[in-house]
């Protein structure tokens, strides 16, 4: 089974810390993805990465940044954590081409305070 | 730009009863269509998915159908149990590139026994 694993399942932060959020998937994937998840809001696409060192911004990137110095790595970086960025951060992986699957991790609760 | 709307929950049911939570889209082109669940606790994981007008998926007794001329693709279970309590997400594709996808905001499920 492919396994995609969030290395916190949950964080507190301060404001104005640096943050890493760590994803790793198993099964030579591609494609990298991270979401975030609020309630009402569904999921929205922060950044994703089609191949090592390679990323492109999704949806909402301000005051986010990305890795991927591996192929199985993706890491999301939170510059200077604000309490905005309080919400559940989901990595995804899949492999490239149209209509794959997505493979989700369990998630990070991360809580700025 | 593209954008997924899905009915509010939670809904809520009685083992047995007959589902349906609603999905329409809003999207250029012709994307392929999915319904993830996320269990509690867990990421999301696909349900099933349809890739082009009057398709149908299913899987686990849900299904739905790919509906062009509503743009819809709405998810129904003839009988639902108090193990598919959960949150149900749908999702279209961008452009069938790269497996980016865009959600709906979510509908929480109950079923009571």
């Known amino acids: 089974d492919v396994k995609v694993t969030q290395s916190s399942r949950y964080l507190v932060k301060r404001t104005g810390e640096k943050v890493f959020l760590e994803c790793v998937q198993d099964m030579d994937h591609e494609n990298m993805f991270w979401y975030r998840q609020d309630p009402g809001l569904g999921l929205r696409l922060i950044y994703f990465?089609?191949?090592?060192?390679?990323?492109e911004k999704g949806d909402i990137p301000e005051g986010y940044s990305v890795s991927r110095e591996k192929k199985e790595r993706f890491s999301l970086i939170l510059e200077s954590a604000s309490t905005n960025q309080t919400s559940m951060y989901l990595c995804?992986?899949?492999?490239?081409?149209?209509?794959?699957?997505?493979?989700f991790g369990s998630g990070t609760q991360l809580s700025v305070l | 730009g593209d954008s997924v709307t899905q009915m509010e929950g939670p809904v809520t049911l009685s083992e047995e009863a007959f589902l349906t939570i609603n999905c329409t889209y809003t999207a250029t082109g012709y994307p392929s269509l999915f319904w993830y669940v996320q269990y509690p606790g867990e990421g999301l994981q696909l349900l099933l998915k349809?890739?082009?007008?009057?398709d149908k998926g299913s899987n686990k007794g849900f299904e739905a159908t790919y509906r062009k001329e509503t743009t819809s693709f709405h998810l129904e279970k003839g009988s639902v149990q108090v193990s598919d309590s959960a949150v149900y997400f749908c999702?279209?594709?961008?452009?069938?590139?790269?497996?980016?996808?865009?959600f709906g905001g979510g509908t929480r499920l109950m079923v009571k026994p």
């Open positions: 349809a890739t082009k007008a009057d």
């Open positions: 995804a992986s899949s492999f490239s081409g149209s209509n794959e699957k997505l493979f």
């Open positions: 990465s089609y191949d090592v060192k390679m990323k």
């Open positions: 999702a279209l594709s961008r452009n069938n590139a790269g497996n980016m996808l865009t």
